[in-house]
């Protein structure tokens, strides 16, 4: 193979994985000074940058095996990778089933020479890779270990931190913004699990016999769509929607449906999944539109008076489950926690090309505004005038100490914005780039904000005139889906009956180990101690801890949600280093009771939904 047909066989991939970097590599000369490959001693290629070795010139695979190591003793399932170079690392961490890799490639004349070296196509097509140019494009969830430790491993090839000491830093800082955005979701869905669990309970006979969105599945195949969100630049952008009525998919987010009717621009549909009371967001509107409810919603927004109400689900792990008993797996679409992705996922869902995007800044306005005027703002507040005037644009430490960053605009200028909001738009990114490389054409069209790359940007009536010339009848052909649900859910009754029985057991198991942990505890309080009496209670909970796995984990799926596991091994992670024998056993049984405890609690809250489940699945 040549160097040219080995350079595009591995841009193909990169476009695939990484397009605006291989955009930019295509653009490169091939006879780079600043990068020079090398062969080494093992027979391994290496290469200089600057002068600067990025790998060993001796044996470049052990120093890559050196470099993993930590990473995979660790146990991390998330690794972020400063420098590619000739994909060593990344390659040795994937072999080794790390499920998340993010490498940031701050040079892409290293990439380039890397693409017209050595055959990268296997390792660009592993879809847990994942590559950004700057540390600022990295968006992902953190997991955590026992202890919430972030379940995260960093490594720098070493020639990257001698070439910009800036680079690390800059890693950090991301890591950092992305943990404690995490850190907020963990302990929200904490505070929230049982709220959102009781509010699926309560919803459950809506959700049976409302229609899913798959029903909306294709069925504006190639015809175009619009998301209306919230953000200022909606101002300037709404008065032109009236034009696309009837020849659009119009969806907004419920914030920007009075603005929406003040101007008598009608969308189609209004997307609901808040867990909070939002009805306000509904008051006063004479006409409602179709709504598409979320499934942990506030139950009473189920009572609007809307033509039609659709439901749906993200995908994680409980609904898919109660999702799979009601036979609606197909209505489950990637939310994002923003009704903004909601609404771009049943867009996608149904099948819109193109997709035009308006009111989504996903930034402040110019004024330090979070919102258009005349919307519903859930609170949320803006900068005020005086601290917006006073945070230095440059200065991007004090704007990550007011939990702000800098991101391009739409127009080119940085434009300032919350971390959260900078997650939404790492997450449309994304979103926008896999719908792309289905054939969707995206079209930004909010006149302002931030800029989501690789999108086109258009005025919003140029877009209008373009796409939405052909009149359709939209509101009958959502009418027309809006069917009750008619699936099966005999088996599902039974699966939920099943799972109860479970539950029970488990309950009882963990009563059990209830018992032990506190008699433990009062044994090691009496002044005679009986070692042996304290030994039968720990090998009476590990016992027993064994027979509680296949309970637990048939309804693990549920069972964490309820029971706010992750919080509970946060409690119980505790550190034995310096204790005494009899200080660490006391220990031991405290946080064992109190895991048990809220186990046994949990698991009967289970049981009795459970049991409702099972009663509704199988009533007609």
Known sequence: MTESELFEKNIAFLSIAAPSLATLIQQMASNNHDV???PTKSGRLSLLFRGKAVHSTYDPISEAQRICKPILDSGDKTAVILGFGLGYVPALLADAGIPEIHVVEPYPQILAAAARTIDLSQLLGKKQIVLHQKPEEMFFVVGYKVGMEPSLS??????YAALDQEMPRRIRVRIDVLTRNSDLMAQTSWVKNKVWFDHMVENFSNLKKLPGVENLSGLFQGMPGILVAAGPSLDRTAPHLSKAANRSLIVSVGTALKKLAAINVDPDFGIALESNDITAQFDGLQRLPFLAMHCKCYPPLFQLPAPGIFVFGNPTDDIRTIFRWLGKEQSLIASGGSVSCAAFSLLVLAGCN??????????FGEKGQSHADGVETGGTKGIKDEDISALNAEDRTALLAHGLDLVSGYFGKPVITRINLQNYLLWFEKNTRIARESGIEIINATEGGAKIEDTVQMMLSDAIDKYCAKSLDIKEMIRDACRPSDADTVAGSLEAKDWAE????????????????ESGLKELKRNNLRPHKVDYHVQAIASLEKELDPPVSKIDSLLSVVCNKENFITITAFNYQGLEQIEA?????KQTALLHRGLSNGADLLADSLCKYASALKSS
Do not use: C, W, Y
């Open 36 to 38: 020079k490959v090398i």
């Open 502 to 517: 479970s539950a029970r057991e488990v309950s009882r198991i963990s009563r059990k180990i209830l018992s032990h942990a």
């Open 354 to 363: 193109p997709i035009i995007l308006t009111g989504l800044d996903l930034s």
């Open 585 to 589: 056993f006391q220990m031991n049984f």
């Open 154 to 159: 960093i490594a720098i090839l070493p020639a």
